[in-house]
């Protein structure tokens, strides 16, 4: 990362080397002589806190590069939490502090500008360099401040990783250590918690970053719990049970909303599942519905041809009487035949 | 089920913790037992803050009664126990007790906290109170038991358009089969009148 660098220095021990080197020109090396010294001595005040903010931007990315490797490891045991935790912190707040000085910077430039008004050309280039300075800074800054939040995702991706192997390697001793009622007596403080003082700032206030570590401190605590049973039997003070939380409130409450998350989606099935139904049904009442206009055509056809009937039958008594006269007749003629 | 007691502490790193103000529901004991009981809670509340790190939650059992207890340190060094028994659903617990931190901070200003005495904190009795069925108070709880009751319904319902279909099909059945018969009647009665023409 390229920093502002002030080679002044250097550009004055080359002069004076060349100077030693050739003696022609005394006066013309005087003169320039001079003119470094003016340089030198009337260096403004804003391009000498342009370089101090330079250097801290450089000096705040080394460490940044610092963190990011020890973000990277992913080893289970050997993570070096205080570290990392001190190190985020004091990144933290040089980015804090080289953004305040900016803005003083700032702030000092645009009086300048007021004070001076100067329309000569040399005036209004000194103006725009300014500008231009800190607009650079302005732009090395953000992009600290965004490779520091990239570092930052990647350690949480890995705490969260280590985290659940942690569970899968450690599970019978925390569910060893759960059962029976564990006689830890816990009189440290910071004992249990190496992480939640340091980054109390930085991570999310509830301590989400401390369930690694209960998972992590179960080892060792299991061993001391075998030496305080010695000591809390022999005591006749009130013995009290101090029971491990195992899985922060964090993660009992990120259960509870991935549960209730859960249901409602059941739920919509539940109710995609019902409207399927309903539909099929209604294709089932349509053919009902076919069915019975059917029915009613049918029965009415049937009605109106049975009635022709029933008019034709009552209107035809005379032919009755003839078709029973034949029929008389035809039996007569038999009878007589026979 | 039940909350016993609930307390805010004032709990400087170094030393002795103070009760800025505290609540209790000691009516399932009886009478003469109140007032050691009560002195009971509140020793075990100063104990277990003492012995709580800052931005720490812990969970402590003796006999019959828990203890939540969660330090929130932070620029007033407050902390919040709440001594109830075993039955009691930790994660509501703590959530109650960062909504009393809450609720303390914003009402009782923290000039008054050398002054335990001057300071009057009544919402932690109703807090108390509500929180004695967590079902109802707790928000997750709520809506999990809501949509759990939501469940249940629309099972009955699927239930119930299941029979429903049943006797739509049993219905579909029928009128097929009065639909062919009433044709059969028709077919029947024309063909009697197609058949006597002649007389």
Not at chain 1, 181 to 194: C, E, H, I, V
Request: aromatic share 6%; glycine share 6%; net charge neutral.
């Amino acid at each position: 990362m390229t920093s502002i660098q002030d080679r002044t220095n250097e550009f004055k021990t080359c002069v004076e080397s060349i100077r030693s080197r050739s003696t022609l020109g005394n006066r013309g090396m005087e003169a320039k002589q001079r003119l470094l010294q003016n340089r030198s001595g009337t260096k403004s005040e804003f391009s000498r806190i342009a370089s101090t903010i330079g250097k801290e931007i450089s000096s705040t990315s080394l460490k940044l590069n610092k963190l990011g490797q020890l973000a990277k490891r992913k080893t289970l045991f050997d993570d070096r939490p205080v570290e990392i935790s001190e190190l985020t912190f004091i990144i933290k707040q040089d980015i804090a502090g080289i953004n305040k000085q900016i803005a003083q910077l700032q702030a000092h430039a645009k009086q300048q500008e007021a004070k001076s008004a100067s329309t000569s050309a040399e005036g209004k280039q000194i103006e725009e360099h300014n500008k231009n300075i800190i607009m650079m800074l302005q732009s090395k800054l953000a992009d600290t401040s965004m490779t520091f939040k990239d570092v930052l995702e990647v350690r949480t991706q890995n705490m969260k990783e280590s985290k659940s192997r942690t569970e899968q390697f450690m599970y019978t001793a925390s569910t060893a250590a759960n059962h029976p009622p564990s006689m830890l007596y816990n009189t440290q403080r910071g004992g249990a918690d190496p992480m939640g003082d340091g980054s109390v700032a930085k991570f999310d206030p509830k301590g989400k970053g401390r369930a690694a570590q209960n998972g992590d401190m179960l080892a060792l605590d299991l061993d001391s719990a075998e030496e305080g049973t010695g000591n809390a039997n022999g005591s006749a003070f009130m013995q009290m049970q101090l029971v491990e939380q195992q899985d922060s409130y964090i993660q009992q409450r990120s259960t509870a909303i991935e549960s209730i998350e859960s249901t409602i989606a059941e739920l919509g099935q539940i109710f995609t599942q019902l409207a399927h139904m309903v539909a099929e049904q209604g294709e089932r009442v349509q053919r009902i519905d076919a069915d019975t206009q059917d029915i009613a055509d049918n029965v009415r056809m049937g009605h109106n041809e049975l009635l022709k009937y029933w008019g034709r039958i009552s209107n035809d008594r005379w032919l009755m009487l003839k078709i029973f006269g034949v029929l008389i007749v035809f039996f007569l003629l038999f009878i007589l035949v026979s | 089920m039940k909350i016993f007691a609930m307390s805010v502490l004032l709990a400087p790193p170094s030393g002795t913790t103070t009760v800025l103000s505290s609540a209790s529901d000691l009516s399932s004991f009886s009478f003469f037992q109140r007032g050691s009981i009560e002195e009971f809670m509140t020793f075990f509340a100063k104990t277990v803050s003492e012995r709580t790190a800052q931005g720490q939650r812990q969970s402590v059992q003796e006999n019959n009664y828990i203890a939540h207890v969660y330090n929130r340190g932070g620029a007033e060094q407050l902390c919040a126990v709440i001594i109830c028994d075993q039955e009691y659903p930790v994660r509501p617990a703590f959530s109650l007790l960062t909504k009393l931190l809450d609720d303390f901070t914003a009402k009782v200003p923290q000039t008054s906290f050398s002054q335990p005495s001057s300071i009057a904190f009544p919402e932690i009795q109703n807090y108390l109170q509500k929180y004695q069925d967590p079902t109802q108070a707790d928000t997750i709880m709520r809506v999990q038991q809501e949509l759990d009751e939501t469940k249940i319904v629309l099972h009955k319902t699927i239930e119930s358009v299941l029979q429903r279909g049943e006797k739509l099909d049993n219905l579909v059945d029928r009128s097929n089969a009065l639909s062919s018969q009433s044709k059969m009647f028709y077919k029947q009665a024309k063909k009697q009148n197609s058949c006597c023409t002649v007389m």
